[in-house]
T-cell receptor, first 116, second 113 residues
Framework: DTGVSQDPRHKITKRGQNVTFRCDPISEHNRLYWYRQTLGQGPEFLTYFQNEAQLEKSRLLSDRFSAERPKGSFSTLEIQRTEQGDSAMYLC??????????????FGPGTRLTVL | KQEVTQIPAALSVPEGENLVLNCSFTDSAIYNLQWFRQDPGKGLTSLLLIQSSQREQTSGRLNASLDKSSGRSTLYIAASQPGDSATYLCAVREGGGADGLTFGKGTHLIIQP
């Protein structure tokens, strides 16, 4: 499968615990994005990487959130001391061409986080 | 700050009808606009991408138009089918290096068999 993959697909945790999500982009794409989507809303941009460099962070990304892309391939998003308001779908996207398409963002299936 | 609005929020029509989904954006300085489909609990599937220099894009029964100066895009779905039932999201990518997409809240579409 040459698409974007995310792991895990679902995560249930208790308030106060730390969670980490992983995203594997399309292999030849050097840009990787994280978004958060709450129920009934469109996705909201969190942060993005070009290779291993984190170039932009939204104000939505509080101090409890950290993202890394250490070797410019897969990325991790960690949430520390989770709160119920963190419950959402976390989407990853990679940017580039697939076949004859334009440069565009290709999304993974998402990780659904539920904080109890 | 860019804002994207989609109208209607929800739409239910009988199978076979042609329909139009609307998207508007407040800042016309966009790089491109993308329409996505999202099935319940799933990720996003790209349907059509329109560059700022283009007026429309077509893929099968889907046609998307862009009027950048007025800040509007429409997604036209011809001969709708029950399998078209999903949430349709519009997103803009702004110029000037701000690469994060700005999304609307989506139109929840139900096609009745």
């Amino acid at each position: 499968d040459t698409g974007v993959s995310q792991d895990p697909r679902h995560k249930i945790t208790k308030r106060g615990q730390n969670v980490t999500f992983r995203c594997d982009p399309i292999s030849e794409h050097n840009r990787l994005y994280w978004y958060r989507q709450t129920l009934g809303q469109g996705p909201e941009f969190l942060t993005y990487f070009q290779n291993e460099a984190q170039l932009e962070k939204s104000r939505l990304l509080s101090d409890r959130f950290s993202a890394e892309r250490p070797k410019g391939s897969f990325s991790t998003l960690e949430i520390q001391r989770t709160e119920q308001g963190d419950s959402a779908m976390y989407l990853c996207a990679s940017f580039g061409r697939v076949g004859s398409s334009y440069n565009e963002q290709f999304f993974g299936p998402g990780t659904r986080l539920t904080v109890l | 700050k860019q804002e994207v609005t989609q109208i209607p929020a929800a739409l239910s029509v009988p199978e076979g009808e042609n329909l139009v989904l609307n998207c508007s954006f407040t800042d016309s300085a966009i790089y491109n606009l993308q329409w996505f489909r999202q099935d319940p609990g799933k990720g996003l599937t790209s349907l059509l991408l329109i560059q700022s220099s283009q007026r429309e894009q077509t893929s099968g029964r889907l046609n998307a138009s862009l009027d950048k100066s007025s800040g509007r895009s429409t997604l036209y779905i011809a001969a709708s089918q029950p399998g078209d039932s999903a949430t349709y999201l519009c997103a803009v990518r702004e110029g000037g290096g701000a690469d994060g997409l700005t999304f609307g809240k989506g139109t929840h579409l139900i096609i009745q068999p």
